[in-house]
Every structure is written in structure tokens, then in C-alpha cells.
């Protein structure tokens, strides 16, 4: 999938998320769908560097957090999830720009992130 985001290959990285999507949250075809929809525009919106649009990478993906909460029956806030997947989009692409940014930053980003869903259930 990385590899099709950095070349911008939006179709690959598309069947991608579909894949990723439907093994990650099992949820139903349809949902699926929209869901994969609403991560590669998600991407799209943030990809562009450095002119990217993270408050609408970070709105697409509350919805997408949204629909999976609704579809599985989690118990997570949507516009958190959204935002701290966000949040750890940006400090990777500053690890991989600026050399100021530690290893641990990324990981701690990552951590956060992965509390999001383990916090309220």
C-alpha cells in the first residue's frame, strides 16, 4: 500500500484498502467499500507535500472511523480516532523530513493511535 501512495497510484492503493479494510474490521461488502473510499481520499487529501489538506484528511477520516464504530458496534470516538491517525501521518512524514524528529515521536504517535480503541471498551 505504501508504495502506491508514494507513486500516487490511486487505483492500486484503492484494491489496497480494500484489502487492509475487509481483514481489519470484517465488516459487510458495501461498508467495506465506502469504508477503503473514505481512507484512499483521506490519503489523497494528505499526500500533496507540502500543500496537503489535514483538516480534511482528518474529517474524511472520522468518518471512516465512524462507519467501522457503527458497523462493528465499537465504542470509539470517531473524531479522536480520526484525528490521531492523522496526527501519526504527519510526525512519520516529519521523521522522514526532518531529522529533529525522533524514532520515539513515531512510535509514540503509533501508540496513541493504537489506545484510541482500547481506551473506551
Do not use: I
Amino acid at each position: 500500500m505504501g508504495g502506491a501512495y508514494y507513486r500516487h497510484e490511486w487505483a492500486t492503493f484503492l484494491r489496497a484498502s480494500v484489502a487492509m479494510v475487509a481483514a481489519g474490521f470484517g465488516m459487510n461488502g458495501p461498508d467495506t467499500l465506502r469504508g477503503a473510499w473514505l481512507v484512499l481520499r483521506a490519503n489523497q487529501a494528505w499526500a500533496p507535500f507540502p500543500d496537503n489538506d489535514p483538516q480534511r484528511a482528518r474529517d474524511l477520516m472520522r468518518r471512516f472511523y465512524a462507519l467501522v464504530a457503527g458497523a462493528a458496534g465499537l465504542d470509539l470516538d470517531p473524531t479522536q480516532a480520526g484525528t490521531l491517525d492523522v496526527e501519526w501521518w504527519r510526525v512519520h512524514r516529519e521523521h522522514q523530513h526532518d531529522g529533529d524528529v525522533t524514532k520515539d515521536q513515531l512510535v509514540g504517535a503509533l501508540v496513541d493511535l493504537d489506545a484510541v480503541g482500547r481506551s473506551r471498551g
